[in-house]
């Protein structure tokens, strides 16, 4: 089917939404049994499944743009590499418990003012999609940032680990506060967030949080990795795809 | 071991008037306690309403006292309002 740019602009932003929220949440559940304690487990599992929700209703809505008979598990489970849209830090292994919680800190200071600008867009159904995760992102910035202010001021172990995490994941934040042209567009169109409010609000919520975890805000990273939106990821979603889709892939015909 | 203390969490639903005893979480601190119970209690739309309590503060009966402090009680059918007809007016007794 033949789209005209805005439509084809909305099915990449919806593939961003829907992806990075697929991604964090399947890389949540690779935490499923191997969490430090009982409570922590059903709190990233909680979250994980929360996000998986929250993506089939962004791919539920792409695939009906997409039309034929695609779904949104056809996407989900029948894409390539090449074809994900999800932003590079989500796709990034957990690494220790201070990665992982700084990850998801990260992820969510982007994703709440997102959503939240996202409650206003000239598309309803998108505006729709963004009321109901909205409240649910709140409480994952809340829980994350918690942690990141935990484990900053914990004992020196932990700090250095949260230092560690942080070196090794900044350079993928820029992604997160740089829009491209597209993402331009659907703001001048109405659809999309500003792309300034996002940049501020993230910038603010990291700078708050570092002060109160006693972690230092490294320079902007100026030169980081964005090419999620052109599909050239990092090594790493391969390897997850390549697990997460084993099984609808061997078995096209398997239903719950 | 991890340093954690355990919390005795408290529900309060939806149409309830008090909060109830539902079980325990372990945590670093109270504001985290409540975090954690809110993942593991509330989870199936149980509550509107958390308390969490440090479980060393609640100070207990001693089991040993039951039958000198309970089972007195059991044979006193006098002291219930079962020989009363409420009144329509009167809610929760």
Redesign the interface.
Known sequence: MMHSQSTQDVFEYLLRLGDSALIQGQRLCQWCGRAPFLEEELALMNVGLDLVGQARHWLEYAAEIQGHDCTADRLAFHRDERAYRNLLLVEQPNGDYALTMLKQFFYDAWHLPVLQALCCSSDRRMGAIAAKAVKEVTYHLQRSSNWVERLGNGTSESHQRMVGANNRLWRFTAELVTPDKSEQMLWAEGVGPDPDTIRVAWEREVVSTFDRATLPVLPSPHMGYMSARRGLHTEHLGLLLAEMQSLPRAYPDAVW | M?P?TLFEVFVRSKHGLSHKHVGS????NA??AL??A???YT?RNEGISLWVVEASAISASNPEHKESWFEPAEDKTFRHASFYKLPDGVGHM
Do not use: H, P, W, Y
């Open positions: 991890l954690l979480v372990q945590a670093a504001a985290m975090e954690n809110r993942e593991l989870r």
